[in-house]
């Protein structure tokens, strides 16, 4: 068995993130230097005067700022809860939207939308739509006896993603072709261009709230791995660990769809890459997946805004880099996922 160092893998991650930062902010139409970055948070800190031009300021902390920032969390969010869901059901190819999610929340959306309510609307409506979805595939899986309760929930998951989907569908044909359906279409793709300050603390508080769970209760995910029955010999109640588990997965999920439209591919690549890294205890496996989430939304999103004269959707563009990506490690890891 190949041996992993404890250290080497968080810190790979750590330093991915910290030039996905620097590159966030060095590049595009106002570029601001790594050294002018430093000095305007510590000016911001200390309450002092940076020396800098203030478009720079604004630049940094009411533009690129809150983006970069949105960035890190909902791809911290969706790899995290990736990472859970893999575990939780022994299935190396399951995503956060496993049980509606993603459908849910952008159900809600599209009807916000459609309704033509605020953006804090369509944001509520979003997220309640994510936790309802997951509900309902919750109570009928568990409703259904006999068989594999995880498979029974996954093959649950995806009827009622189904028929989410089919809801967007009819959303979308009832809207307005000019006005609502692009704006539907493009929400759908995922975009992180209408960020803004206030948005940050609506993504923190789910976000953290949700991680911290996950985080908590990390040790007790090794032995939900195991198939139910010897989980419950050692002591394990695989019930209620299991609705505290999928509940905080999909408490980040929804609050990430709400803000930045549905962004696929994260939650599915990123747990493999971290895996590699770290191997499959998940005390050191849901933190690392967790920055490398963060980093690889915050390139992406880079690249999203910096590659063409207009901005290209998110998920084109995790979609175009996440196939080839995951392929490559399906062929690396063929000879199991662990």
Known sequence: MKHRS???GPALALALLLAGIALAFSLGRYPVPPGDLLRILVARLTNTPSGLPAASEAVVLQIR???VLAAILIGSALASAGTAFQGLFRNPLVSPDILGASSGAALGAVIGIFFSLPIL????????????????VYVIGSG???GDTVLTMVLTGVVVGALLGAGIGLIKYLADPYNQLPAMTFWLLGSLAGIAPADILTLLVPILG???VLLLLRWRMNVMSLPEEEARALGVATGPLRAAIVAAATLVTSASVAASGVVGWVGLVVPHLARFLVGPSFPRLLPTAAILGGAYLLLIDTVARTAASVEIPLGILTAVIGTPFFIA???RMRGGWS
């Open 144 to 146: 259904l006896r006999g």
């Open 121 to 136: 609307g369509i944001e509520l409506l979003s997220f309640a739509g994510g936790l309802l979805a997951v509900g309902l």
């Open 329 to 331: 490690l399906l062929a």
């Open 210 to 212: 949700g991680t911290a």
């Open 65 to 67: 700022g809150p983006r």
């Open 6 to 8: 404890p250290l080497l």
